[in-house]
């Protein structure tokens, strides 16, 4: 009876040696665990209230529910870059388990702020270009996160618009250059260009009106590039667009247009 008595004594001890682990990290389960979320507008913004929603809804799906075993603190910058440093601050200052960033304005400050809290970030064009992640792949540090863009589609609508006209040989880029998706899609079109024979030109959009307003048949000192204050103060891509467009005008072809 002693030896059934020191087996059964065993195998209680290993079960509950076993058990002891589960409920150990199911009391730590339980710890109310805090994630900060800032995002750059407002916190009236229709959109950004139900992209907020339906965030709040996903961590409830997967048993995290606000008030219970999670504090959701959330943040709203409303466009403004002041504002939104100083809620980065106040967001860190919470002792966050993680922090939630919508957007590049969001990013920069919070990692001015720190360099150890976990941040996730969405709808960011280019987190190498802007020197948020080291990669893609490998992103190090404590940043990684969701990106909208793929910067190889540049070259792929090069490559549709050749399908469609095969005759093409150039092309304007309309461009945002204050926007970094808009350069890292530039920079795909302008590698993409010489495998399909396009000779390619950026155009800015704060340029387009100058060039709406533009007629090459009444003003024949702008034709080949004239100098204005608006070139000036562009960097030139207005005379650049209007020597594209003038060219094409006299040659009667236009050139064809892609928009990053």
Same mark, same amino acid.
């Given at each position: 009876?002693?030896? /059934?008595?020191? &087996?059964?004594?065993?195998?209680?001890?290993?079960? *509950?040696?076993?058990?002891? =682990?589960?409920? +150990?990290?199911?009391?730590?389960?339980?710890?109310?665990?805090?994630?900060?979320?800032?995002?750059?507008?407002?916190?009236? !913004?229709?959109?950004?209230?139900?992209?907020?929603?339906?965030?709040?809804?996903?961590?409830?799906?997967?048993?995290?529910?606000?008030?219970?075993?999670?504090?959701?603190? +959330? &943040?709203?910058?409303?466009?403004?870059?002041?504002?939104?440093?100083?809620?980065?601050?106040?967001?860190?200052?919470?002792? =966050?388990?993680?922090?939630?960033?919508?957007?590049?304005?969001?990013?920069?400050?919070?990692?001015?702020?720190?360099?150890?809290?976990?941040?996730? %970030?969405?709808? $960011?064009?280019?987190?190498? *270009?802007?020197?948020?992640?080291?990669?893609?792949?490998?992103?190090?540090?404590?940043?990684?996160?969701?990106?909208?863009?793929? %910067?190889?589609?540049?070259?792929?609508?090069?490559?549709?618009?050749?399908?469609?006209?095969?005759?093409?040989?150039?092309?304007?880029?309309?461009?945002?250059?204050?926007?970094?998706?808009?350069?890292?899609?530039?920079?795909?079109?302008?590698?993409?260009?010489?495998? %399909?024979? $396009?000779?390619?030109?950026?155009?800015?959009?704060?340029?387009?009106?100058?060039?709406?307003?533009?007629?090459? !048949?009444?003003?024949?000192?702008?034709?080949?590039?004239?100098?204005?204050? #608006?070139?000036?103060?562009?960097?030139? #891509?207005?005379?650049?667009?209007?020597?594209?467009?003038?060219? #094409?005008? /006299?040659?009667? &072809?236009?050139?064809?247009?892609?928009?990053?």
């Amino acid at each position: 009876m002693s030896i /059934c008595l020191r &087996r059964r004594e065993l195998i209680a001890g290993i079960g *509950g040696a076993a058990a002891w =682990p589960l409920a +150990a990290r199911a009391q730590q389960g339980e710890r109310m665990r805090r994630i900060g979320v800032l995002s750059p507008v407002a916190g009236d !913004d229709p959109d950004g209230q139900a992209r907020h929603a339906a965030f709040v809804q996903g961590l409830e799906q997967l048993s995290w529910t606000d008030g219970r075993n999670l504090r959701i603190d +959330a &943040r709203w910058g409303g466009g403004n870059p002041d504002e939104t440093r100083k809620y980065a601050r106040e967001l860190l200052a919470l002792s =966050p388990d993680v922090i939630l960033a919508t957007g590049s304005a969001v990013v920069e400050p919070l990692l001015q702020a720190t360099r150890t809290v976990p941040i996730v %970030f969405t709808n $960011v064009p280019d987190p190498v *270009g802007a020197g948020f992640v080291d990669s893609l792949a490998r992103p190090g540090g404590n940043v990684t996160g969701f990106t909208p863009y793929e %910067f190889g589609i540049g070259g792929k609508w090069l490559e549709l618009l050749k399908q469609i006209a095969p005759s093409v040989t150039r092309a304007a880029v309309i461009r945002d250059p204050t926007i970094t998706a808009g350069m890292g899609q530039w920079g795909a079109i302008q590698t993409a260009a010489p495998s %399909f024979a $396009v000779d390619v030109s950026p155009i800015n959009m704060r340029d387009l009106r100058a060039l709406s307003e533009w007629r090459p !048949d009444l003003d024949r000192e702008r034709v080949g590039g004239g100098s204005s204050q #608006s070139n000036h103060h562009t960097g030139g #891509s207005a005379q650049a667009a209007r020597g594209l467009l003038s060219t #094409s005008v /006299c040659n009667r &072809r236009r050139p064809e247009l892609l928009r990053t």
